[in-house]
């Protein structure tokens, strides 16, 4: 099997799980989809040979788990890493396409919603970043991902249609 087949494969199962992790109304269930989810996408940025987009997602992973609640010393482990990552990602765009800034924005938008307590905030900047990873996807050619992140972004339209009609889905988002 080439590396694009599995490199599409990968992609597919891993937005499949990113997808219904959008689906749930919990919280950790959303990251911890979310962290699975992206393993598997990191390794089909990999494939594909687009480092930049790999690194970054490797970013939001070491986000996810932070966000899940682990113990202190692996948190702050995880947060320097994680700025390191950022760091090294904009100093190595300077050595790539003006496109690649992209996944670094999008990355930005989406570490930033991860840390909101209340869903329905978590679910906006999603979808703005969501609709950032999607043009990426399709200036990359890497059309499951342009599917599922327009996917993504139609569930969280649902769910904050949703919310605004039911005030009780406006809780923190703890869960």
Known sequence: MDNYTLAQIA????????LYGVTTRSRKKLIGFDATGLTLVTLHWYLLGAEVAAAVNGIFIANDL??????????AALRNAVAGALMLGAGFLLFQQAHDIMPLVASALILFAIQQKNLLRLRFLMIFANLIWSIYGVIQETWIQVIFGILITVVHVIRLIEASRDPELDTPAEN
Do not use: N, Q, R, T
Request: aromatic content about 12%.
């Open 11 to 18: 992609s597919f199962v891993g937005f499949s799980l990113l």
């Open 66 to 75: 932070v966000a899940l609640g682990l113990p202190d010393k692996i948190k």
